[in-house]
């Protein structure tokens, strides 16, 4: 399957896509930060705003599963 992390280059989405990975699935990263991980090589990453729609739709094609982990911060 394949998984779209909203805030995947954050604490939880970092966790998220090394267990996903590790169970055989495809993960899209989108992040407004880079994913500076060394699992890099392994996802798909799109950098940009979840308030963008263009994003959002570039980021979800062919996506199964979407897991929102973004958040504001600083809170």
Do not use: C, Q, W
């Not at 055989?24 to 705003?49: N, Q």
């Not at 263009?54 to 809170?75: N, S, W, Y």
């Amino acid at each position: 399957m394949t998984f779209l992390i909203t805030g995947g280059a954050g604490f939880l989405g970092i966790n998220l896509a090394r267990h996903l990975l590790t169970r055989g699935h495809h993960v899209v990263s989108l992040d407004i930060a880079p994913f500076d991980y060394p699992e890099r090589d392994r996802i798909t990453e799109v950098t940009g705003d979840i308030r963008d729609k263009a994003t959002v739709d570039r980021a979800m094609e062919g996506v199964d599963i979407v897991v929102h982990t973004a958040a504001a911060l600083p809170l």
